[in-house]
C-alpha cells in the first residue's frame, strides 16, 4: 500500500489510481473513506472485497458539487437543495430517489442513492481532479471501528487496497448524519455533526420522524467495534463489574476502583467526537482483557455519539 501526501504530485497520483479503477484511502472531515470511481463495477465490487463488506448494504457517493446531484437523482427535491446550501460541503448525507444510471451495486439494490459533499480540502481536490462520484464507506473492515487517521488505514487494510492518502487526522471524527428525502417526510436515519436542531433552525422544515426507511451505512445493530469485548457502562457505576481482569476504561471522570488504563474523555461533544475512534483503537490493543466505555451525558448534541456507543459495545448486563 502507498503512503501519500496531500502534495499536488501525490494527489495526482491518487486520481489517476482511481481513474484507473484501483481503491484509495483518502481523507474526509468524518473518517477516511475507501474510495472508488462509483461509476466502475469492479472497482465497487473491489470495495466491498476489501471491506468484507455484504453486498446489499449500500455505498455513500461522494460528489465534489451540490450541482452534480441532478447526475446521481431521479428527481431532486427542493428539500434537498435547501439542505444542501445549508450544510454542503458537510458531514450531512441525503438519501434521495436513485436515477436510472445509478448501478444496483452502490444502493444495494434499493432504488434509492445516499449522496453528500465532504468537506475536507483534499478529498474535495481529489474530487474535482477525478471528475466523478466516488464511493467512500469508511476505511476499514466491515464492522470495525472506523479509521481516523492514515495510520488507522495502514493497519486494518495493508495489502488490501493500493494506497492511502495521508490529510491527518479527521477533523469531526464520527461518520455523517443521514437524512432520507426519498418520502413525504424527512427521517433521520443516522444521527451525527449535523442535529435534527440544527436543520429544522436553519430551514424550518416541519415534522422529522426517525425510524426505519432505507438501509444507509451504519444503521447494524453491531457496528464501529472494537475486536476486544466492548461493553457500553453507566457514568455513576460505584464498583468493578469485573473485578479480576484487565480493564481498560473510557470515561470522563476517573472511577473509585481499579483499571488498568484508564482515558478521560472531553467533556464537550464535539472534542468527545472527535477523539472517540481514535481512542477506541488504542484501547483495543492495550492489552486489556474487557474494554468499558462510561456513557455521556444525554442531549441532541450528544446523540451521534450516543448511537456509535450503542452499535459498538455491548450492554453491561450481557456481561453479568
Not at 221 to 235: D, K, L, N, Q, W
Amino acid at each position: 500500500m502507498l503512503t501519500l501526501t496531500s502534495s499536488p504530485d501525490d494527489v495526482a497520483t491518487a486520481v489517476r489510481l482511481l481513474r484507473a479503477g484501483e481503491l484509495v484511502a483518502v481523507p474526509t472531515e468524518t473518517v477516511y473513506g475507501l474510495a472508488a470511481d462509483a461509476t466502475n463495477p469492479d472497482a465497487i465490487r473491489a470495495v466491498f472485497r476489501a471491506k468484507g463488506r455484504p453486498a446489499d448494504h449500500p455505498l455513500i457517493v461522494h460528489l465534489a458539487a451540490a450541482e452534480q446531484l441532478a447526475d446521481w437523482v431521479a428527481d431532486v427535491p427542493d428539500m434537498a437543495w435547501r439542505l444542501a446550501s445549508a450544510f454542503w460541503p458537510g458531514p450531512l448525507t441525503l438519501v434521495l430517489p436513485a436515477g436510472q444510471n445509478v448501478s444496483p451495486l452502490v444502493t444495494g439494490g434499493q432504488t434509492t442513492i445516499a449522496l453528500r459533499v465532504p468537506a475536507h480540502p483534499v478529498m474535495h481536490t481529489i474530487l474535482r481532479q477525478v471528475g466523478r462520484g466516488l464511493a467512500a464507506p469508511s476505511a476499514n473492515p466491515f464492522g470495525q471501528i472506523s479509521a481516523t487517521t492514515a495510520a488507522h488505514v495502514r493497519t486494518h487494510l495493508a495489502g488490501k487496497i493500493a494506497a492511502v492518502v495521508d490529510g491527518g487526522p479527521c477533523e469531526i471524527g464520527i461518520e455523517s448524519t443521514i437524512v432520507d428525502l426519498s418520502r413525504e417526510h424527512p427521517r433521520i436515519l443516522r444521527p451525527g455533526a449535523i442535529t435534527i436542531e440544527m436543520m429544522t433552525h436553519h430551514l424550518q422544515w416541519g415534522d422529522v420522524v426517525t425510524g426505519p426507511a432505507p438501509r444507509v451505512p451504519g444503521a447494524l445493530a453491531s457496528h464501529y467495534a472494537p475486536r476486544t469485548p466492548c461493553y457500553s457502562i453507566p457514568a455513576d457505576l460505584h464498583e468493578s463489574p469485573c473485578p479480576n481482569r484487565r480493564i481498560a476504561l473510557l470515561a470522563q471522570q476517573r472511577p473509585g476502583w481499579p483499571v488498568t488504563r484508564f482515558w478521560s474523555m472531553p467533556s464537550e461533544p464535539d472534542a468527545y467526537a472527535h477523539t472517540l475512534y481514535a481512542t477506541l483503537h488504542e484501547a483495543d490493543v492495550s492489552g486489556c482483557d474487557v474494554l468499558l466505555v462510561a456513557l455521556p451525558p444525554d442531549g441532541p448534541a450528544w446523540d451521534g455519539i450516543h448511537d456509535r456507543l450503542r452499535r459498538a459495545t455491548r450492554p453491561l448486563a450481557l456481561m453479568m
